[in-house]
T-cell receptor, first 109, second 112 residues
């Protein structure tokens, strides 16, 4: 059974600090996605990672994929309050899309 | 460009009833996928439709079904509702299967 684990589950960080969210998955995958969800809202697509070594950056967020290690990271640089949200990774297996548990990020002023 | 539209936004049903949720994808998008989100189970994939064909399916009982019409609009049906079906149901559309997704605002279903 494909499992997708994110850690940490909760992250409270100071503005201006850097941190990384990890997404481990248990089997080979075709694609990996990162999403953001604000409280009471829907999901917003952040990144799609298609191949080993893929790195994508948007503003203060950078995502990378290591298919050999079955690991993706979402790195936050110089966090700001607006980044407070829940972040999900999701893995496509060819038959289904499996989401991680989510990381609830709170950036403190 | 209009986004993904889900109707209704909120719904209250009684156990044993059935419900139909609707999703209108972004114009030109042919792939529609459905997800269930609950505090206990998180986000779970229900199924994906592409050009009116179900391409992928998650691990849900047969009470959950869906379909896609020729205009790419999709409906999801849940029969014999149970309390545990209370959740936020999200729909997402894509140009092609699996290439990123744009999510709708969701339908919050409460089963009493």
């Amino acid at each position: 059974e494909l499992k997708v684990e994110q850690n940490p589950l909760f992250l409270s960080m100071q503005e201006g600090k850097n941190y990384t969210i990890y997404c481990n998955y248990s089997t080979t995958s075709d694609r990996l996605y990162w999403y953001r969800q604000d409280p009471g809202k829907s999901l917003e697509s952040l990144f799609v990672l298609l191949s080993n070594g893929a790195v994508k950056q948007e503003g203060r967020l950078m995502a990378s994929l290591d298919t050999k290690a079955r690991l993706s990271t979402l790195h936050i640089t110089a966090a700001v309050h607006d980044l407070s949200a829940t972040y999900f990774c999701a893995v496509e297996t060819g038959r289904a899309y499996i989401f991680g548990t989510g990381t609830r990020l709170k950036v403190l002023a | 460009k209009a986004g993904v539209t889900q109707t209704p936004r909120y719904l209250i049903k009684t156990r044993g009833q059935q419900v139909t949720l609707s999703c209108s994808p972004i114009s030109g998008h042919r792939s529609v996928s459905w997800y269930q989100q609950t505090p206990g189970q998180g986000l779970q994939f229900l199924f994906e439709y592409f050009s009116e064909t179900q391409r992928n399916k998650g691990n849900f009982p047969g009470r959950f079904s869906g379909r896609q019409f020729s205009n790419s609009r999709s409906e999801m049906n849940v029969s014999t509702l149970e309390l545990g079906d209370s959740a936020l149901y999200l729909c997402a559309s894509s140009l092609m299967s699996g290439v990123g997704a744009f999510f709708g605002q969701g339908t919050r279903l409460t089963v009493v």
